[in-house]
C-alpha cells in the first residue's frame, strides 16, 4: 500500500496514528506531496482524488482511496478486529457521529480559519482559495469562533466521558487530536478554563500511536518557513 501525504499536517497525522495503533506501518510506503507548491492541485493528483486533498490511500490493486474517514475504516477493518471504528452497531453509530462533529465544528473550522483569515499555506495557493471573494478574511475569523466553541462542546463531552465517544479510543479521538494540533499551528489557544478536554489532550498525547510519532506529525517545515 501508498499513503500519498505531507508530515506535519492534520489529516495525514490522522492516518499516521491510525497506522501505528493497527502495526501497519512497515506495509506502507509514504509518498510526499508538496502542498506549499500546490501540487495537490495539479492534474496528476486530482486523477488520484478529485477534492484535491490529501490523505490517498492506494492499494496493491491501484484503486485509490480518500477522506481520512474512509481510509482509517478500510484499515481499521482489515483484520476484521476493527478498534477505532467500533464492532457493535450503537459502536459504529456514536463514533461516526462524533467523529463528523469533530471535523465540522473543530477541525474543518480551524481550517477555514488557517486558510481564509490568515496567509494559509502560502500565494501559490490563495488561487485556489476564492480570493475575488472581499468578506473572505471576515469569514475566516468568524470561523475561529466556532472552533473555540467546537471546543468547548468537546470539554463538555469529556467531562462525562473517558473518550470523545464513550470509553474507548477511537478514530473521533484522533479527529479531535488532530483538530487541536492544527489549532495550536494557526495561534488558537485551548482556554484553560476547558479542563477536561486538556486533561483528555494530555492523556492521549502519552499513547504510543501519537507519542511516538508526535514530532513527525506535527511539527511541519512547511509551516516553520511560513512563520507559523
Given amino acids: 500500500m501508498r499513503i500519498f501525504d505531507r508530515p506535519g499536517f492534520p489529516n495525514p497525522a490522522r492516518i499516521r496514528i491510525v497506522l501505528a495503533e493497527k502495526n501497519l506501518e512497515p506495509q506502507v510506503e509514504f509518498v510526499s506531496v508538496d502542498l506549499?507548491?500546490?501540487?495537490?492541485?495539479?492534474?496528476?493528483?486530482?486523477?488520484k482524488n478529485p477534492s484535491g486533498v490529501l490523505p490517498i490511500l492506494q492499494l496493491d490493486d491501484g484503486t485509490y482511496i480518500a477522506e481520512?474517514?474512509?481510509?482509517?475504516e478500510y484499515l481499521d477493518n482489515l483484520d476484521g478486529d476493527p478498534k477505532l471504528t467500533g464492532k457493535t452497531p450503537r459502536e459504529k453509530a456514536v463514533i461516526h457521529m462524533m467523529q463528523k462533529?469533530?471535523?465540522?465544528?473543530?477541525?474543518?473550522?480551524?481550517?477555514?480559519?488557517?486558510?481564509?483569515?490568515?496567509?494559509?499555506?502560502?500565494?501559490?495557493?490563495?488561487?485556489?482559495?476564492?480570493?475575488?471573494?472581499?468578506?473572505?478574511?471576515?469569514?475566516?475569523?468568524?470561523?475561529?469562533?466556532?472552533a473555540v466553541?467546537?471546543?468547548?462542546?468537546?470539554?463538555?463531552?469529556?467531562?462525562?466521558?473517558?473518550?470523545?465517544?464513550?470509553?474507548?479510543?477511537?478514530?473521533?479521538?484522533?479527529?479531535?487530536?488532530?483538530?487541536?494540533?492544527?489549532?495550536?499551528?494557526?495561534?488558537?489557544?485551548v482556554p484553560e478554563a476547558y479542563t477536561a478536554l486538556n486533561a483528555w489532550r494530555a492523556k492521549v498525547s502519552e499513547l504510543p500511536s501519537v507519542k511516538n510519532r508526535s514530532g513527525q506529525m506535527f511539527v511541519s517545515d512547511d509551516l516553520r518557513r511560513l512563520g507559523f
Fill in 68 to 72: 481520512s474517514t474512509a481510509i482509517t
Fill in 149 to 189: 466553541a467546537g471546543m468547548k462542546y468537546f470539554d463538555t463531552v469529556l467531562r462525562g466521558h473517558s473518550f470523545v465517544a464513550g470509553d474507548a479510543f477511537s478514530m473521533a479521538d484522533i479527529t479531535v487530536f488532530a483538530g487541536l494540533m492544527f489549532a495550536d499551528a494557526a495561534g488558537i489557544v
Fill in 36 to 47: 506549499i507548491a500546490a501540487e495537490h492541485k495539479q492534474p496528476a493528483f486530482l486523477e
Fill in 101 to 146: 462533529r469533530a471535523e465540522t465544528e473543530l477541525l474543518d473550522a480551524v481550517g477555514n480559519y488557517f486558510h481564509h483569515a490568515t496567509p494559509g499555506l502560502g500565494a501559490d495557493l490563495q488561487v485556489f482559495k476564492s480570493p475575488e471573494w472581499a468578506g473572505r478574511q471576515e469569514w475566516g475569523s468568524r470561523q475561529r469562533d466556532k
